[in-house]
């Protein structure tokens, strides 16, 4: 094969991993927006119990039932959220097959 050829391929080959790589790194910052806000969000929120707490003292019969059945929701989505993944009921596809060299194993 003439080397012209080669430096070809090899160049449509690289262009190809790229557009891939960027692919990967676009659905990683998609996730990373949201659980950035939801980090600021939980911190700020902390922050306020602890403020609140100081301000008037455990919160003893302050909550109704209701309330605390709203305060267990996201406990509970959490939980189904981990038991989706670990019973593998998610999508599981893994697209990266590479080994630590980063050629792709066969």
């Known amino acids: 094969m003439p080397t012209h050829e080669q430096k070809e391929i090899s160049q449509e080959f690289a262009e190809a991993k790229s557009v891939e790589d ?43 039932l209701t309330d605390k059945v709203l305060m267990s929701l996201p406990f509970v989505i959490f939980g189904l959220a981990m038991h989706e993944i670990v019973t593998n009921n998610g999508d599981d596809t893994v697209t990266d097959e590479s080994d630590d060299n980063g050629t792709q194993e066969s």
């Open 22 to 64: 960027q692919g990967k790194r676009d659905a990683w910052r998609g996730l990373l927006i949201p659980a950035v806000g939801s980090a600021a969000f939980f911190a700020t929120t902390l922050a306020n119990v602890i403020k609140t707490w100081r301000k008037y003292g455990f919160p003893s019969a302050s909550f109704t």
